[in-house]
């Protein structure tokens, strides 16, 4: 059942350097994610891209629009546009394809610290477990913003706190631009990778906070997956 009754949507922005290739493959997986977990799009939750340094107006690369068509996610109707901190200051999760785009984010608006994490940041969140559901939610946008606060929360405790240092290998998702085809279906196998842990995780907190009993760490887990 799709869910539709809402407050003012969770609003979820992508960032990269172009908005040509990973932020515009993300925007669209994100919103199929959601989609296919019973969030209205975009009634109920709201997802964007922009680019540091974007192509404005610019439609995604040919290889990212096919990498997406591979995967049934529809392209159509995309135009790049440009980081502002307009942008970053209306989002609730700020979702970042390197530590370059996220540090970038934080500079801008530096109160966004707390809400904006890499897309691999907030996946290795995700895989540490279920999240408390959200006691307060009343609608559903709601219910998603509290558990995505939540697990970017729990992404900014890992980042400072963390004993072993992390890679930047291991938090960035690599340009695929001018690399071929090949490039881009890496790329985006790593993006729906992060994403679908990362909001299935979300969505299934939500869930369980407007509709049942808090669940247990393998009902929680097994619907991240």
């Known amino acids: 059942m799709t869910i539709t009754a809402s407050a003012r949507p969770w609003s979820v922005l992508v960032v990269c350097t172009g908005n040509v290739c990973r932020s515009p493959m993300a925007e669209r997986m994100a919103a199929a994610v959601l989609r296919s977990a019973g969030f209205a799009v975009p009634d109920v939750a709201l997802v964007g891209s922009a680019g540091i340094s974007a192509w404005v107006d610019e439609p995604m690369q040919p290889e990212a629009e096919a990498a997406l068509?591979?995967?049934?996610?529809?392209?159509?109707?995309f135009r790049a546009r440009r980081l502002t901190e307009d942008l970053v200051t209306s989002a609730d999760l700020v979702l970042c394809a390197?530590?370059?785009?996220r540090a970038a984010v934080v500079t801008a608006v530096p109160v966004a610290l707390r809400r904006a994490c890499t897309l691999r940041e907030l996946a290795r969140a995700a895989e540490l477990g279920p999240l408390a559901p959200p006691a307060a939610a009343t609608d559903p946008a709601s219910a998603l913003r509290a558990a995505g606060c939540a697990l970017a929360a729990r992404?900014?405790?890992a980042r400072t706190g963390g004993d072993a240092?992390?890679?930047a290998a291991d938090d960035d998702v690599a340009d695929?631009?001018?690399?071929?085809?090949a490039a881009f279906?890496?790329?985006a196998d790593a993006i729906a990778d992060a994403l679908t842990l990362a909001l299935r995780l979300i969505c299934a907190t939500a869930a369980v906070a407007l509709s049942g009993p808090p669940p247990t760490a393998a009902d929680v887990l097994g619907m991240s997956r």
């Not at 068509?69 to 109707?77: L, N």
């Not at 390197?98 to 785009?101: I, K, L, N, Q, W």
């Not at 695929?176 to 085809?181: A, S, V």
């Open 98 to 101: 390197s530590r370059e785009h």
């Open 185 to 187: 279906e890496t790329c």
């Open 165 to 167: 240092p992390i890679a």
């Open 176 to 181: 695929p631009l001018g690399r071929g085809r």
């Open 69 to 77: 068509a591979a995967r049934g996610v529809d392209a159509a109707g």
């Open 155 to 157: 992404a900014l405790a």
